[in-house]
């Protein structure tokens, strides 16, 4: 089990920019996948990017890609969201996630780690 903790959340016009960071405990962070989920009001969770244990692969959802970047330093035990040219549809809850077994996988079952999620809240 690995311990998830975001933080850089916030309130942000349209077209700014905001940098979520995920903080893990542990000894094992280079082994997991890593992945940001989001979750708005009365929808699903869904994936919004994730990176494997090396940071070699990276994939995103199609509503986010050209404007987030996922990005994750092992000496650091730290995922980043880098979210740039922020939309109004991109308010939700945003969750850091960690699949233990360092799948290439979007899917929400996958992830047997959470964190307690961090609200981005973007105005037109």
């Known amino acids: 089990q690995v311990q998830l903790v975001e933080s850089g959340g916030g309130s942000v016009q349209a077209g700014g920019s905001l940098r979520l960071s995920c903080a893990a405990s542990?000894?094992?962070?280079?082994?997991?996948?890593m992945a940001w989920f989001r979750q708005a009001p009365g929808k699903e969770r869904e994936i919004v990017a994730y990176?494997?244990?090396?940071?070699?692969?990276?994939s995103y959802a199609d509503s986010v890609k050209g404007r987030f970047t996922i990005s994750r330093d092992n000496a650091k035990n730290t995922v980043y969201l880098q979210m740039n040219s922020l939309k109004p549809e991109d308010t939700a809850v945003y969750y850091c996630?960690?699949?233990?077994?360092?799948?290439?996988?979007?899917?929400?079952?996958?992830?047997?780690?959470w964190g307690q999620g961090t609200q981005v809240t973007v105005s037109s």
């Open positions: 996630a960690a699949d233990s077994l360092g799948r290439f996988s979007g899917t929400y079952n996958a992830y047997d780690n």
């Open positions: 990176i494997i244990r090396s940071g070699g692969y990276t």
């Open positions: 542990g000894r094992t962070f280079s082994r997991y996948t």
